[in-house]
């Protein structure tokens, strides 16, 4: 199985950056994958990581250490939609994945 | 239809009754997957399949049944519902299942 951690909530100012952490603990890695989930609706795919180092999309950034079993998502440029929440996951050796509880960004003028 | 949609998309349900949740996509994706999710819980998977024909058990998989009798559709069955299944229920495909999943938009369910 997997075991999946992140931050439950962060706050951050508009304009600003915020770094949300995930570590893992797993019996098989085969990718890592950010989604972006606003309050009621369905998570959105964001990133994706299967080897280490940094993956840049626009002013989403994901970043890999599989010897640490560590991720993060680095949001740029905050601006008020990028409230949401913000899970972490991570696929098997079966493609399956698992997910953490996610982290709750808030986006403050 | 565009991508993948849900049916209901909130209901509630006395214990005891049986209920299925429908997921349809129009994507052609071989690979789809149920997701529950709860407060403080995150996103658990139920069942998923990697191809029609074929299905697996996912993490929480006790108490639901699925089958892909083809590619588009993914029924979920609650053969009893318990309180326990009250939950937000998402269906999920993805092209192959090494690619992204794209998720619809979730069923809301209240098991009184």
């Known amino acids: 199985g997997q075991n999946i951690d992140q931050p439950t909530e962060m706050t951050a100012t508009e304009g600003a950056i915020v770094q949300i952490n995930c570590t893992y603990q797993?019996?098989?890695?085969?990718?890592l994958f950010w989604y972006q989930q606003h309050a009621g609706e369905a998570p959105t795919f964001l990133s994706y990581?299967?080897?280490?180092g940094l993956e840049e999309k626009g002013r989403f950034s994901s970043f890999l250490s599989r010897s640490k079993g560590y991720s993060y998502l680095l949001l740029k440029e905050l601006q008020m939609k990028d409230s949401a929440s913000y899970l972490c996951?991570?696929?098997?050796?079966?493609?399956?994945?698992?997910f953490g509880a996610g982290t709750t960004v808030t986006v403050r003028a | 239809i565009a991508g993948i949609t849900q049916a209901p998309t909130s209901q509630i349900l006395a214990a005891g009754r049986r209920m299925t949740l429908r997921c349809t996509q129009d994507?052609?994706?071989?690979?789809m997957y149920w997701y529950r999710q709860d407060l403080g819980l995150g996103l658990r998977l139920i069942h998923y399949?990697?191809?029609?024909?074929?299905?697996g058990k996912g993490e929480v998989p006790d108490g639901y049944s699925v089958s892909r009798a083809n590619t588009d559709d993914f029924p979920l069955t609650l053969a009893s519902a318990v309180p326990s299944q009250t939950s937000v229920y998402f269906c999920?495909?993805?092209?192959?299942?090494?690619?992204?999943?794209?998720f619809g938009p979730g069923t809301r369910l209240t098991v009184l």
């Open positions: 996951a991570v696929r098997d050796g079966d493609y399956k994945l698992s």
């Open positions: 990581n299967v080897l280490d």
């Open positions: 994507m052609r994706h071989n690979a």
């Open positions: 399949s990697n191809t029609a024909g074929t299905t």
């Open positions: 797993t019996s098989g890695f085969n990718g």
């Open positions: 999920a495909s993805s092209s192959r299942p090494n690619n992204e999943q794209f």
